[in-house]
Structure formats: C-alpha cells, structure tokens
C-alpha cells in the first residue's frame, strides 16, 4: 500500500484578517451613523407634501404654457432645443471627417494614425456637460454654449466611428483610382466617400438623436433648450408645468428618434 500524506495548506497571515474585521467594522459604523444623522421625521413629512403636489400638478398639466409663443413660452424651448442638436451633429459631422481620415491607418500610414486617435480620444474625454460649462465663460450662457459644447463633444464619437469605416473599407477600389493616376482627391471623392459615405450618415442620425436628449439637459447649466425652463420649473415647486415640460420632452424625443430610426433603416 502506498503512503498517503497529508497534505497541509499554511494558515492565512492573521494581520490579513484583522484588517478586513476592522475594514467592515469600519464601514458598518459609517452606514450606521449616516443613518442615524438623517431626519427621517421631517424628511417623510416633506416627502408626503411634495408627493402629492406633483401627482395633482401631473394630473393637471399646465396648457397656458404650451399655447405660449413668447421667448419664455415652451415652444421657443422646443425650437431651440431641436437647433441646438441639429446645429452641433452638423459641425461635428463636417469637422470629424479630415480628423477620422488622419486617423485611419489605410489613409496616412500606422504612425500618423496615431496622431488622429490620439486627438479623438483627447475630445472624448471631456462631457458635453463639462463642455458647456467652459463655452459658457467664453461664449455667455445660452444656445451658441450649447451647440458648441455638443459639437465638439460629437467630434470625438463620430471621428472615431468614421475611422473604423474608413479602416474597414474596400482597399481594391482606392488601389483601383490610384493605379489610375488619380490624385488624393480623387481618390477621396472617387474610392473613400463613395464606400463610407451610407455609413456616415447613418452615424450622423444615430448622433443627433443622442444630441438631442443632451440638448435637452444642457440648459441646466445655462446652455439653452428644455433644461433651463424644466429646473426653474422645478425650484419654483410649479409641478403643473414641470410635468408638460417633460411630457413635450418625451414626445419630441420619440418623435425624433422614430423619424432617425426610419432614414438609418432605408441606409443600411
């Protein structure tokens, strides 16, 4: 018979153990003195009140306020919020096409292309909430903020879509002009547009429905469009009105959104 050992495991470090007791010892006191800090009291009593105000505010939608074609009346806000997206997804589409070209490695080689992902991850980076923020102090509060805070924003995600078109296309057809004694932009207008171009609008749409909805909350911080009139709306307790606010937001959203869904369809 072969002799069995025993096979002995080392015991875990105990200063291992005792730092996780203490780290959920910790943290258990900390949730339970937050809890114990909070007024439940005053906090449910608010609650209540303000509860019911907004289901009656919700059942009783402010009308006056869509019927009114002033600056401050919703319909400018819808108007404005539409031409803030539009505005923006056109710049970004026009501006993100020499950038995603730079960046495609087939176009200006593997060690340029580097160069243009680098500058479409750098745009990527910052939200288009920050955006606003900073176009605010430049431009003033208001649309102008907002269209550019979106468009540059929108630079960094369609240029990095359009270069994984480009990437992607057909190297035959720009070979076959080149052969040719085509030039390079020729060769752009002839092989590269022609191949990409279903795709870019269809990324295009696909943006301005995103574009939208931000546009839609840019104006919390002085951007223009629904957000500014939804927040003061909302400070002010006017729950009548709070509620139209958002229920023509989601109207045009949808509206939106199934119109862009029916042009990318017939694209692809």
């Not at 258990?28 to 019911?52: P, Q």
Request: hydrophobic share 55%.
């Amino acid at each position: 018979m072969m002799n069995q050992e025993m096979i002995v495991l080392p015991k875990k470090p105990r200063s291992n153990s005792l730092k996780k007791t203490l780290f959920y010892i910790i943290t258990i006191s900390l949730f339970v003195w937050s809890l114990d800090s909070v007024n439940y009291i005053g906090v449910m009593g608010t609650a209540a009140a303000t509860f019911k105000a907004m289901m009656k505010g919700l059942i009783t939608p402010d009308w006056a306020y869509l019927k009114d074609l002033s600056v401050d009346g919703l319909p400018y806000a819808v108007v404005e919020t539409v031409t803030i997206a539009i505005s923006g997804t056109f710049v970004s589409a026009i501006l993100a096409i020499p950038i995603a070209l730079i960046a495609s490695q087939n176009i200006v080689g593997a060690k340029f292309s580097k160069i243009g992902k680098y500058i479409i991850t750098m745009i990527r980076t910052f939200p288009e909430i920050i955006l606003a923020l900073i176009f605010i102090g430049i431009v003033g509060p208001g649309a102008p903020a907002g269209i550019l805070a979106l468009g540059v924003h929108s630079i960094g995600m369609l240029g990095k879509l359009f270069s994984e078109s480009i990437e992607s296309m057909d190297a035959g057809v720009k070979e076959a002009v080149e052969s040719c004694g085509g030039n390079k932009m020729e060769v752009l207008f002839r092989a590269i547009i022609p191949q990409v171009s279903a795709e870019f609008i269809s990324y295009t749409l696909f943006r301005f429905e995103t574009n939208m909805r931000a546009a839609s909350t840019l104006g919390v911080v002085g951007a223009g469009g629904f957000g500014a009139p939804l927040i003061f709306a909302i400070i002010a307790l006017q729950w009548s009105r709070t509620f139209t606010i958002v229920i023509v937001l989601i109207v045009t959203v949808t509206l939106i959104d199934l119109l862009s869904g029916s042009i990318r369809k017939k694209l692809v």
